[in-house]
């Protein structure tokens, strides 16, 4: 099978783990807002950073569906957490979270500590883009 889009890695560069550098991809674009961890029904199942993490992804994975894709079709993760501190003990649970609901798919991302989300009990927002191919 191949992959659905080209990872761009120079040669040169120490090899990332758990995120690409970069992605070059076509098809049909999908930009999703950012996904905090509660259900379908806006509530939260967890007030736990990993399983709302896992929560806000199973959401990007879902959105993306609705597009016709798959999750290697996430091109880019941008993560908005409230505690960095947090993210980085618990990386060996979030690593185990993110390959249920992703897989071994890692596109480029990005994470940022912010002060607060707009909701209150959340501890991670994830924004997300996908190419779809045609």
Known sequence: MTKPHEMLHPQSWKKPKGFAN???AEGRLVFL???IGWNAEQK???ADFVAQARQALANIVALVAEA???PEHVTRLTWFVTDK???LARLSELGEAYR???GKHFPTMTLVQVVALVEDS???EIEATAVVPA
């Open 22 to 24: 970069g992605i070059a």
């Open 85 to 87: 501190k947090e993210y």
């Open 122 to 124: 959340a501890k991670v």
């Open 33 to 35: 807002a950012g996904q």
């Open 44 to 46: 939260f199942d967890s």
């Open 68 to 70: 016709g894709g798959k």
């Open 100 to 102: 249920s609901v992703m």
